[in-house]
């Protein structure tokens, strides 16, 4: 019975995971402000993640990488904080959104960002913002092993909802004997990139040590 219930779980893994971001919207708003601002877009009023990004490009251009990463932190706090309520109101536009940021995070935070590499960044990111729907990177539902990792989009799933269902499957003592070390490692690699907001490694990790599970049966 216990084997039978890990293989009904991991089989349900790609599918909760997956299950609110397959969710699409045809009726997205497809006008814009005269503004510029992305108001009334399917994620709705981005105004103030953009005066974020402004704020930062002012700061990068000045040469204060240090103030500058400290104020795309407040992108990431407030775009975290309101996941939960964009997320399903457009995944697609939300992913792209979500991968610009990244790209910004990362920019700033190597051990030595420079003017161009941050610009870029962020120009980017203000153009994903501008018009979130449109810059698809269209790769569709992706997989490592059998486990999904990726929304229709081609984004990965977030990091911690892939750990979730990775701890969910150790406490079921899913793993043999042959493979729980290997396992281990996995994870703890899955846990330092997706502290690194590196959410495409930690998936990577994650679904390596949920096909383990598999091979455990």
């Known amino acids: 019975m216990k084997q039978f219930l890990l293989a009904a779980f991991l089989i349900a893994v790609p599918v909760?995971?997956?299950?609110?971001?397959?969710?699409?919207?045809?009726?997205?708003?497809?006008?814009?402000?005269?503004?510029?601002?992305?108001?009334?877009?399917?994620?709705?009023?981005?105004?103030?993640?953009?005066?974020?990004?402004?704020?930062t490009r002012k700061l990068a251009s000045k040469g204060d990488m240090t103030a500058a990463e400290k104020r795309i932190t407040r992108f990431e706090t407030k775009w975290d904080d309101e996941e939960s309520k964009l997320r399903p109101q457009a995944p697609s536009a939300w992913g792209n959104v979500d991968a610009a940021a990244d790209k910004a995070f990362a920019a700033l935070r190597t051990s030595s960002p420079t003017k161009p590499q941050v610009k870029q960044a962020l120009d980017n990111l203000t153009k994903t913002l501008a018009n979130p729907e449109n810059n698809a990177p269209g790769a569709g539902i992706q997989s490592i092993a059998g486990i999904t990792v990726t929304d229709a989009g081609g984004h990965p799933l977030p990091?911690?909802?892939?750990?979730?269902?990775?701890?969910?499957?150790f406490d079921q003592g899913a793993f043999s004997d042959a493979n729980l070390k290997q396992a281990r490692t996995l994870q703890s690699q899955a846990m330092e990139r997706c502290n690194a907001d590196d959410d495409v490694r930690?998936?990577?990790f994650?679904?390596?040590?949920?096909?383990?599970?598999?091979?455990?049966?």
């Open 202 to 204: 930690s998936d990577r």
């Open 206 to 217: 994650s679904a390596q040590a949920l096909a383990l599970a598999k091979q455990s049966l």
């Open 16 to 55: 909760i995971a997956f299950s609110t971001i397959e969710v699409t919207h045809h009726t997205e708003s497809q006008s814009a402000e005269s503004s510029g601002h992305s108001a009334n877009r399917s994620l709705g009023d981005l105004s103030e993640y953009e005066s974020i990004v402004e704020e």
């Open 159 to 169: 990091c911690e909802a892939m750990l979730s269902d990775l701890r969910d499957v």
